[in-house]
């Protein structure tokens, strides 16, 4: 696999050459870049199959790099210094990152991961991300046996099953993911979704009504009862007033 390395950090670049040397027999870096055009060049130039991408290069971002280079099947992998709106967005698209300072265990699983999936797939996680990157809109699940790309606004609430996760979604289906509902508590928790239960997280947007008797619960747009704990009915009633407000 024919790899090029792109990160304005020569010490950052150095590590991760050592690293994918010594791990990955079959990996060859063909190039390294470290600024906005010098990245584009070598894209344009060598048409990688694996990239290794800082976000963050001087004034640019890599964003901006891959909007303006030419097309690749390459399979991505994102650095960063920060947990910012990018790392928010490249969650959301399913695409694997690393924060610095680099752990080379975690760049090793992050590789390995990468090279086992589909070109297919990281095209549509890549369309994906170019939408998400101000204001994501769409997120990228992935089942045992598929990728589904979905709006957040057809979620209707997520159940947690032990370790897994049920999303509900508007079109009747069911999607179960392999995390915990922690995950997506804590990568949904700006885009109008709420925690109301220890087993239950639901799209605010997506309430019919909130019954207060029988010890609450919300009636949900698929006409499913979900229940809200005690604790968290207050913080609910707040969430509701905020969205809805005149």
Known sequence: ????????????????????????LGIEIIGEANDYQSAIDLIDSTNPELMLLDINLGNRTIFE????????NAKLIFITAYSDYAVKAIKYSAFDYILKPI???????????????????????LSVL???????QKIVLKTSDKMHIVDLKDIIYCEADNNYTIFHLKNGKNLILSKSLKVYEELLNDSSFFRVHQSYL???????????????????????????ST?????????????YKS
């Open 202 to 228: 639901v799209n605010l947007n997506s309430i019919i009504t909130f019954e207060k008797h029988d010890g609450g619960y919300l009636v949900m747009a698929n006409g499913q009862n979900v229940p809200v």
């Open 1 to 24: 696999m024919r790899a090029i390395i792109i990160d304005d950090e020569k010490l950052t670049r150095e590590l991760i050459k050592e690293i994918l040397t010594s791990e990955f």
């Open 103 to 125: 752990v080379p265990s975690e760049l090793v699983r992050a590789v390995n991961k990468a090279v086992q999936s589909s070109s297919d797939e990281q095209d549509q996680q």
């Open 65 to 72: 790099v891959l909007e303006k280079a030419n097309q690749t």
């Open 130 to 136: 170019t939408k998400n990157i101000t204001n994501p």
């Open 231 to 243: 604790t968290k009915k207050k913080k609910l009633i707040n969430h509701l007033q905020t969205i």
